[in-house]
């Protein structure tokens, strides 16, 4: 079995591949700081919830945008799996060609989604991944990455709108019943949900018409992915492990041998 940790800004998100299938994935915060054995523990105490054992673990990979937690993770993975672990970085092989003037400024959890999109769904294709940033990358027909773009998450507005704004208080993101809200709480959720769905729809629009292509695919994944997708005809499919799989292809193109 095959773990894959996708280490992002706000959770660190890993997938227990067996023969191609997640049988397993949970959860752990990304924030709070960790040794390696805090880590080391807590991904054994969670494979063990899912009824795996540590010696189920033949091989690991990383793909993480938080460079600070890195040493406790990668330390992790060595001291309680005795295993080196692939880590997604500059030169990896991937199966996409990155065509833009600085490749190593492209983050690897956008590479991973885009190598899942390509191969799962073909291309040309538009990924967006709804997580702490929202990011819109196309890869055309022949497996080329041609650039993206970046906006804001739905949980940073959501937080700029209650740290800066006084009377303004925390809520639950969600879509209300109307797009005109009765009360602050409604409001903001109806700004929050029907904004993210507006900008979707408009980008998916404007990346089509740049690109000449109106057939490209659309793939959405991320934590609030399934809102928005349920809301628009623009995404024609939402993947929950979409960044796990894609971390997955891309082990599986380093042709490591398991001991």
Not at 34 to 45: K, N, P, Q, V
Not at 68 to 78: C, D, K, R, T, Y
Not at 92 to 97: D, S
Request: net charge negative; aromatic share 6%.
């Amino acid at each position: 079995m095959i773990l894959t940790i996708d280490a992002g800004n706000t959770n660190i998100t890993c997938g227990v591949f067996d023969s191609d299938e997640i049988t397993a994935s949970f959860r752990i915060t990304t924030k709070m700081p960790r040794t390696s054995d805090e880590y080391g523990m807590i991904l054994c105490t969670l494979l063990e919830r899912n009824n795996l054992k540590m010696c189920d673990i033949q091989d690991a990979i990383i793909c993480s945008v938080v460079p600070n937690i890195m040493h406790s993770l990668e330390g992790a993975i060595v001291k309680y799996f005795h295993i080196n672990p692939i880590i997604v970085e500059a030169g990896i092989r991937t199966g996409i060609r990155i065509v833009t003037p600085n490749p190593q400024q492209i983050g690897a959890d956008r590479i991973v989604d885009a190598v899942a999109a390509y191969e799962l769904y073909g291309g040309p294709v538009l990924v967006i991944d709804f997580g702490t940033a929202t990011t819109y990358d196309y890869v055309d027909e022949t497996g080329a990455f041609l650039g993206g773009i970046t906006a804001p998450g739905i949980r940073i507005s959501a937080r700029a709108l209650w740290e800066d704004a006084a009377k303004l208080p925390e809520i639950e993101i969600k879509k209300p019943d109307r797009i005109l809200g009765k009360d602050t709480i409604t409001s903001m959720q109806s700004g929050l949900v029907y904004g993210q769905i507006g900008q979707t729809e408009y980008i998916i629009r404007k990346t089509k018409e740049e690109m000449g292509r109106e057939d490209a695919k659309v793939v959405v994944t991320g934590g609030l992915g399934r809102i928005i997708a349920n809301e628009t005809d623009a995404i024609d499919a939402y993947d929950p492990n979409l960044t796990l799989k894609g971390i997955y292809l891309v082990y599986k193109k380093q042709n490591r041998k398991i001991k």
